[in-house]
């Protein structure tokens, strides 16, 4: 099965802009969760969604925004961009039970902001 | 004080040695996984536990529900286990949040 893909890999943009992040689960998964990652706060949980429904959200503004798609796949927005969204922005999926589930993540999307 | 905490921070060991890895949380949780992370790259999912103790390789994984603490060893380590290690914790219920301790960073020297 092909892993977790995320698009795209790299991402520079200015404040005040808003940029759109994609991730594409492994094929069966139904549950899309995601991360931000940065060196001070670590990894932060944002969002997780479940058949195409919010399910679970983090203490994140609402500039960050997300959704997910019949077809499992999930996009991820951020409006109004800081200095401080500067980040590795992780997605990861699952088959969505909590007791079980296994996060298999993807390689991630590089944002800066200028 | 955070939800999860992890020690040490940083660990330097020299090939072959026998290493451990700490976590401790404070809430109630229906699972606890360990990542890792290699410099610059993604996160592999290694273990999730529930109770008990798992083993994979040269890595195995213990929980103990009631003093809400985990540890991971890996035995005869190798330079190519230095990575960042990353303990989380899944409440119980139905909140599918994973909250993360802040990283241990393993070097491990030839």
């Known amino acids: 099965k092909a892993g977790v893909t995320q698009t795209p890999r790299y991402l520079i943009k200015t404040r005040g802009q808003q940029v759109t992040l994609s991730c594409s689960p492994i094929s069966g998964h139904r549950s899309v969760s995601w991360y931000q990652q940065t060196p001070g706060q670590g990894l932060q949980f944002l969002f997780e969604?479940?058949?195409?429904?919010?399910?679970n959200k983090g203490n994140f503004p609402g500039r960050f925004s997300g959704r997910q798609f019949s077809n499992s796949r999930s996009e991820m927005n951020v409006s109004t961009l800081e200095l401080g969204d500067s980040a590795l922005y992780l997605c990861?999926?699952?088959?969505?039970?909590?007791?079980?589930?296994?996060?298999?993540f993807g390689p991630g999307t590089r944002l800066t902001v200028l | 004080k955070n939800e999860v905490e992890q020690s040490p921070q940083n660990l330097t060991a020299q090939e072959g040695e026998f290493i451990t890895i700490n976590c401790s949380y404070s809430v109630g949780i229906s699972a606890l996984h360990w990542l890792q992370q290699h410099p610059g790259g993604g996160i592999v999912s290694l273990f999730m536990l529930s109770s008990g103790k798992k083993k994979h390789g040269r890595l195995i994984a213990t929980i103990n529900i009631q003093e809400k603490h985990s540890s991971l060893h890996i035995t005869a380590s190798h330079p190519r286990d230095s990575a960042v290690y990353i303990c989380?914790?899944?409440?119980?219920?139905?909140?599918?949040?994973?909250?993360f301790g802040k990283g241990t960073l393993l070097t491990v020297n030839p």
């Open positions: 989380a914790v899944r409440r119980g219920g139905s909140n599918y949040k994973l909250t």
């Open positions: 990861a999926s699952g088959d969505g039970q909590p007791s079980t589930d296994t996060q298999y």
């Open positions: 969604y479940f058949s195409e429904t919010q399910r």
